[in-house]
């Protein structure tokens, strides 16, 4: 009983303790979501647009932070969303925060609609805000359906407690496939409100307009500071909290109960709420400022006026407005002025505070100007500053009674404007009731000395480089007044220039903005430029503190916007005036004309801590400027990138990467790296200088490296023309941790054009790399791998009837309906029609490919497709020396279905130059065809059909799936030597080394949880049983799993799922019997870590794991080749020997002298290794493991079905 009693009083207890808990003052209404963690596990900022201490939403496991979709109908709404499977035809290549697949974000849905549609998105109510709150996230916007935008696919707009809507940011409608960064200035509010998104499409598709990453910055009002009172300097305000003396009376509540804003006696402000104060709006010009809201502007189109003032944040409150006029623009600039001022002396100035709003293409720029005997500017900001109202102080010093003439510049573009408000005069600024004469009219600038779009063109075309002088590049006497501060916080740039000892540099300094953003300072509008364009300067972060702030560079692009940092630096540079660093930064060609901006932030700002910039210089920076290097196109990356450069209308660059190279193994190459987390977007190009006309065929030649589960896409692009882009090869799927040769040819080009190599972020987890290019005047060899995607590869067509390049999709219904490298209607092959009123009984056609020439024996591998009906002619492949007889390698005449068949045969060494032709010969059918896929070259013997694969030189006839349907991530080669990224086996089994091969299956976080790949041997023929043979690695913590299956018609039978596997190899033997052909498949299933390996697999056709023949053994059509093959090798050895033996006999000596050649000038790829298989890894074989003299010993197994056997 006291036991119980006991119980009871613990569960009362820990009610009351729910109870109190629940009612924790941190948790009252008043305190959530108002931007203040007041709960210590800051619980009461939990679904409020954001969450957590880091007022951040990402949409990740948090969900959507309380955002919910209001759109106005079905048609057209948000959801939380992931990338999908594949890389999709619209919206973004992943979400920005995690950058896989697998991470979450905020898009539309698709729309086809014959009216506009606005797909709205609603933040949860959130508490009031300070003036320096903003919003900072990644939006996407791409036209991917080339149906166009429309004019406001995306803005936001705040919805005050009064329900009235205020937009508050409109970004530029720029079609970009990628992420790019936004800040939305929200600004004080003093009440609750939410945050709307908005769309606004008629025609879109899915994700095409999406979100992520939401950050809440300085959005809550001043905390109280330790202690009793607040520093000097700053002022205390009543609810707590402390503010700076510069923001007191410049009518922007700070405190959040204005406190800052009531002792302002002698200072006139004018919010232009009841009228126009004193300032007056006539002007000489036929453009005038108004007093408008934008309530009398529009409540209803989004880019027209600044959407709310800035002395209320609403829609209701009233500003002056200029903007172009709806008729004919006969003006550029209007202007405004204060009454006649009395003259003030240095004690006490005339201060003048404004907020200014430059928005959109419209806004030319402000500048004020002072008239008192003369009239000359004293303050200037030019240009567009965004969707934010900009705080500006003007200190006037004059010894006349002046006005305040505050002049804009208007563009006659599509939308945009100049607003001010919130003008504060201070008490130094007196009406005066004196009469003064006209003030003298300052001279008009002179025109230009030559055409707009030639200032600042990197090109002297006025004397005296008059048109190159103010552009920002200090080698100029006035270069350094180029760079213009564009600042709307409390850091600016400013221009220190000391004539006498020729001392000038830009630094960051104080500036008057209410913001707290970094300090910013642009060119005029520069270029285009051409690809070895170079931004140089010398840069100071100087001080005691180990961090003295960041600073960067950006470009702003005239079309494409602000993009992302191209260089950065944080800390510092030394402790002395002296301490300076040297920076290049490569801006390579830019199509547009575009602005450089220099991006700073001080940690604090005093004497002793520095910000500067110096010796700024725009290097071979002409659009025709292209100082080639002596290799040409042709490069090993050893010294830079020779006659290549980073494309900038792309999402990331390609990277030199030391250390992992083809040409010395401890060089350098061209990475992608697709593991890295902070690789964002789909492309990545890499682009040769423009390239004169060729009257002949060329040839690019290049080493690449795609290794990974799930590695993306290789692109090799020709581009004419109108950027016309044609596509000359392509690599996709799992290539092993090993360097590949390829060769492409360039074909006959009239004029001139650019190459690009092209990474395509389709995968998440793997790697692409480069190297050792070389551009040679003539034809290419044959090459080592073809799978038609592209071109024909130099497989040209002879005989009755022509091979056509074809794709399942227009192929018809007679023909494969897939290829086999992407088993999709998509895929690309060789075709030949072979019905009988195409091709007559006994009538020969040929696909015959480019010359090749090779000093070992190698295997041709490839896929052929036979079917369409009964007699679709017999397919023969022969080795064709340019001297002497060809020799049969592989021969088929069996109608096989809609099926691909694997098929090899031996190409002998010593054969010279020869060619590969695939011969077909007409039997007479109808409606037959035959096809030929995927011809791989490898360096070694072909292995025996089912015999063995030990994986050491390449995967044999076994696939990866690229249907996307079945799989999405590859079985991938590799070997402990290689391996630099995955945990894997220390050894493989073959060799017992660490240079070994073997396949394997990582757990990666690149890739969703349970996603699989599927590993496929050729089509077998039914048996009563065949035994398959296999050694697999799984450690024992590793939740990945492993099954193996029997695949036949587009079903699958388990025969084996493997469980718990120490950490050293295991055999298993698996006897598998079938009524139909059938392919065996291993199926790796992707866990959270570890990874399943698989090394030495075999199949013996028809005799199972007992050793018992169970089919009746026929020949196979590829005895032929292994048979011819053998022939001519026994044949060569023989006669190898005999000579040997008769010049032993004879005791002559012969000279052999070393054989040099000589290539053309440059970089020639013949002095490099073709060899791909061992990564340049001389492997002596292990006598002593059990595996050195093969392993195609079979263990007895009992006579079931499937049968599971393992051996340490």
Request: glycine share 10%; proline share 5%.
């Amino acid at each position: 009983m006291e036991a119980s009693w006991t119980s009871l009083a613990v569960i009362l207890l820990l009610t009351l303790q729910c109870e109190v808990a629940g009612s924790h003052p941190c948790q009252a209404p008043e305190r959530k979501c108002d931007f203040v963690c007041d709960c210590s596990d800051c619980t009461d900022e939990q679904s409020c647009g954001y969450r957590g201490e880091a007022f951040k939403c990402d949409f990740e496991e948090g969900g959507i932070c309380g955002w919910r979709d209001e759109s106005l109908n079905a048609a057209y709404t948000w959801e939380r969303r992931q990338r999908g499977r594949a890389l999709q035809d619209s919206g973004p290549a992943s979400d920005f925060t995690i950058g896989t697949a697998t991470g979450w974000f905020l898009g539309v849905t698709a729309v086809r609609t014959d009216s506009l549609n606005t797909a709205v998105l609603i933040s949860p109510v959130m508490k009031q805000s300070s003036p320096t709150c903003r919003l900072r996230l990644r939006y996407f916007t791409w036209d991917s359906g080339h149906t166009g935008l429309g004019s406001t696919p995306l803005w936001a707009s705040l919805l005050h407690q009064d329900s009235r809507e205020a937009v508050v940011w409109r970004p530029e409608v720029i079609s970009v496939r990628g992420w790019r960064e936004a800040t939305i200035f929200l600004g004080r509010i003093p009440t609750t409100f939410q945050i709307r998104l908005s769309s606004r499409r008629s025609v879109g598709q899915r994700g095409d307009v999406s979100i992520d990453h939401l950050e809440f910055l300085d959005c809550a009002l001043p905390s109280p500071l330790p202690g009793d009172t607040c520093p000097e300097g700053m002022l205390a305000c009543k609810r707590g909290g402390c503010v700076e003396h510069r923001q007191v009376c410049d009518n922007t509540d700070d405190c959040g109960d204005r406190t800052d804003e009531e002792d302002c006696a002698g200072i006139r402000i004018c919010d232009f709420e009841k009228g126009l104060c004193d300032w007056d709006l006539r002007s000489l010009s036929n453009l005038k400022w108004v007093r408008t809201s934008q309530d009398n502007i529009s409540t209803t189109e989004p880019l027209k006026g600044p959407g709310r003032d800035h002395s209320n944040n609403s829609i209701s409150g009233h500003f002056l407005y200029v903007t172009a006029p709806d008729g004919p623009m006969t003006n550029d600039w209007a202007s405004f002025q204060s009454p006649l001022l009395e003259l003030t002396n240095s004690s006490q100035p005339c201060k003048m505070v404004m907020y200014t709003h430059q928005f959109g293409p419209r806004s030319g720029g402000l500048t004020v100007l002072v008239a008192d005997k003369a009239i000359y500017p004293v303050w200037q900001r030019g240009g567009a500053l965004g969707d934010v109202w900009v705080k500006a102080e003007v200190e006037i010093n004059t010894d006349s009674p002046f006005h305040i003439v505050v002049m804009a510049a208007v563009r006659d573009f599509t939308y945009g404007g100049i607003a001010i408000d919130s003008i504060v005069l201070s008490a130094g600024c007196n009406v005066s009731s004196a009469k003064v004469p006209i003030p003298t009219f300052p001279k008009p600038p002179k025109n230009p000395c030559t055409e707009p779009s030639k200032l600042c063109d990197f090109n002297p075309d006025c004397k005296d480089a008059e048109d190159e002088a103010k552009c920002g590049d200090f080698s100029y006497a006035g270069g350094s007044s180029g760079w213009t501060d564009s600042s709307i916080g409390g850091q600016g740039w400013m221009l220190q220039r000391n004539a006498s000892v020729k001392d000038e540099f830009l630094y960051v300094s104080q500036a008057p903005g209410q913001q707290l953003t970094e300090a910013q300072t642009r060119t005029p509008l520069l270029g285009p430029s051409g690809p070895v364009c170079t931004l140089s300067f010398d840069f100071g972060l100087i001080g005691a503190d180990e961090h003295i702030g960041e600073l960067s560079v950006r470009v702003v692009d005239s079309r494409l916007g602000v993009g992302p940092k191209l260089w950065e630096f944080s800390g510092r540079t030394g402790t002395e005036e002296a301490d300076w660093r040297r920076a290049d930064v490569p801006l390579a060609a830019r199509k547009h004309r575009f602005q450089l901006e220099f991006e700073a932030r001080a940690v604090k700002l005093s004497s002793s801590s520095k910000i500067k910039v110096t010796n700024v210089r725009f290097v071979s920076c002409h659009a025709e400027d292209r100082p080639s290097s002596p290799t040409g196109l042709s490069c090993n990356f050893e010294d830079g990138l020779c006659d290549w450069y980073q494309d900038n209308s792309d999402n990331f660059d390609w990277t030199v990467v030391s250390g992992m190279d083809h040409t010395i193994r401890i060089g350098r190459s061209l990475v992608v790296d697709m593991w890295s987390p902070s690789l964002r977007g789909a492309f990545g190009r890499l682009l040769s200088f423009l390239q004169p006309p060729n009257a002949n065929d060329q040839c690019l030649s290049f080493f690449y490296k795609l290794y990974g589960p799930n590695a993306g896409v290789l692109n090799v692009k020709l581009l004419a023309g109108l950027a016309f882009e044609s596509v000359l090869l392509t690599r996709s799927g799992a290539h092993g941790n090993m360097w590949h040769e390829a060769h492409c040819t360039i074909p006959q080009q009239h004029t001139p054009f650019q190459l690009m190599f092209e990474a395509v972020r389709s995968g998440f987890d793997g790697q692409l790399a480069i190297d050792d290019v070389a551009l040679v005047p003539k034809a290419c060899t044959v090459p080592r791998l073809c799978s038609f995607e592209e071109q024909s590869c130099g497989y040209t067509s002879s005989g009755s009837t022509r091979w056509l390049h074809l794709s399942g999709r227009v192929a018809g219904a007679e023909a494969p309906r897939t290829d086999h490298t992407l088993e999709t209607e998509l895929g690309y092959y060789m075709m030949l029609i072979t019905d009988v009123n195409i091709l007559p009984s006994g009538a020969v056609t040929t696909l015959t490919s480019p010359v090749g020439q090779r000093d070992k024996t190698e295997c041709a591998h490839f896929w052929y497709h036979m079917g369409g009906g009964e007699n679709p002619g017999s397919l023969t492949v022969y080795v064709k020396p340019l001297k002497g007889d060809r020799v049969m390698i592989f021969s088929d005449n069996l109608s096989q279905g809609d099926v691909w068949h694997h098929g090899n045969g031996n190409i002998p060494s010593n054969l010279g130059d020869w060619q590969l032709e695939f011969e077909v010969v007409g039997a007479g059918g109808t409606n037959t065809h035959v096809a030929v896929d995927d011809i791989v070259l490898l360096p070694a013997s072909c292995e025996g059909q089912g015999s063995k694969c030990s994986l050491e030189s390449g995967m044999c006839s076994w696939s990866n799936t690229q249907n996307l349907e079945v799989d999405k991530l590859d079985w991938e080669v590799t070997s402990p030597d290689a391996e630099t990224h995955y945990t894997i086996p220390g050894q493989d089994h073959t060799l017992g080394s660490e240079q070994g091969h073997f396949l394997f299956f990582p757990s990666s976080s690149r890739t969703p949880a349970n996603e699989n790949a599927r590993l496929l041997s050729p089509h077998l023929p039914p048996t009563k049983g065949t035994c398959l043979t296999f050694w697999a690695h799984k450690p024992v913590s590793a939740d990945s799993e492993l099954k193996v299956w029997r695949s036949s018609k587009g079903h699958v039978h388990e025969l084996l799922q493997v469980g718990e596997v120490s950490a050293t190899w295991k055999r298993f033997n698996v006897n598998i019997r079938s009524t139909e052909e059938y392919q065996i498949v291993f199926e790796g299933i992707k866990g959270t870590w570890g990874s399943l390996a698989l090394d030495d697999l075999q199949y013996t056709v028809g005799i199972d794991c007992n050793g018992k023949l169970t089919d009746l053994q026929s020949k196979k059509p590829d005895d032929a080749g292994g048979i011819a093959a053998s022939v001519i090798v026994v044949l060569l050895v023989i006669g190898t020997f005999i000579a040997l033996l008769v010049c032993y006999l004879r005791k002559q000596e012969r000279a052999r002298g070393s054989s040099s050649s000589s290539g053309a000038d440059g970089f020639n790829n013949e002095v490099y290794d073709s060899d791909l298989t061992r990564d340049h890894v001389n492997v002596t074989q292990m006598q002593n493991h059990p595996m050195a003299a093969g392993f195609n010993d079979i263990l007895t197994s009992g006579s079931s079905e499937v049968r599971g056997t393992e051996e340490a």
